[in-house]
Antibody
Framework: EVQLVESGGGLVQPGGSLRLSCAAS????????MHWVRQTPGEGLVWVSV????????TYADSVNGRFTISRDNAKNTLYLQMDGLRAEDTAVYYC???????????WGRGTTVTVSS | QSALTQPPSASGSPGQSVTISCTGA?????????VSWYQQHPGKDPKLLIY???KRPSGVPDRFSGSKSGNTASLTVSGLQAEDEADYYC???????????FGGGTRLTVL
């Protein structure tokens, strides 16, 4: 069974940085595009970013473009999200997800919480 | 990219059918057949119910079905069961920007 486990969340001041990681197990990580999706407590889901199989194609939501960087290390079965210039509105649970169908995400991690506050 | 529009709530009695709508634009829902639906129970991670408008992953009951007309996609839950009470989200690929956009979510209550 495929599992995704996020880590790296925490409390950070506005303007600060965090690096999220997502460790994949149970399947061939390098065969799939991967996404980051976030959810504010009590709110809906918001797509953040996607990366293709070899990391050569990345796309970002307008709200994070230029501040966040998605990357992957297929040898380590790990997905990353480098978050710089964090703002209060970036506070959310961040999910790592697997893209199996065309932008349909069939496996989700349990999420890691990012809180941006002074 | 604007979020897709879903009704904030829906409800039905056990055994009934409920349809949840998801309205987008010609640049996303209307442009592609890449609409997905997710179910999320409180405190849990989302689960994929429908992909590519009307396809079900293995293990998803056929009580869940999807469709699309123009810029509006729909999820129908037939034979409502108590366990169907959850939040439901639609999403669509927006080809021109290579983005994904979600709906605001619909809370389904089984009366």
């Amino acid at each position: 069974e495929v599992q995704l486990v996020e880590s790296g969340g925490g409390l950070v001041q506005p303007g600060g940085s965090l690096r999220l990681s997502c460790a994949a197990s149970g399947a061939t990580f390098g065969n799939y595009w991967m996404h980051w999706v976030r959810q504010t407590p009590g709110e809906g889901l918001v797509w953040v970013s996607v990366i293709n199989i070899d990391g050569s194609v990345t796309t970002y939501a307008d709200s994070v473009n230029g501040r966040f960087t998605i990357s992957r290390d297929n040898a380590k079965n790990t997905l990353y999200l480098q978050m710089d210039g964090l703002r209060a509105e970036d506070t959310a649970v961040y999910y790592c997800t697997r893209n199996k169908y065309y932008y349909g995400m069939d496996v989700w991690g349990r999420g890691t919480t990012v809180t941006v506050s002074s | 990219q604007s979020a897709l529009t879903q009704p904030p709530s829906a409800s039905g009695s056990p055994g009934q059918s409920v349809t949840i709508s998801c309205t987008g634009a010609s640049s996303d829902v209307g442009a592609e057949n890449f609409v997905s639906w997710y179910q999320q129970h409180p405190g849990k991670d989302p689960k994929l119910l429908i992909y590519e408008v009307n396809k079900r992953p293995s293990g998803v009951p056929d009580r869940f079905s999807g469709s699309k007309s123009g810029n509006t996609a729909s999820l129908t839950v037939s034979g409502l069961q108590a366990e169907d009470e959850a939040d439901y989200y639609c999403s669509s690929y927006a080809g021109r920007t290579n983005h994904l956009v979600f709906g605001g979510g619909t809370r389904l209550t089984v009366l």
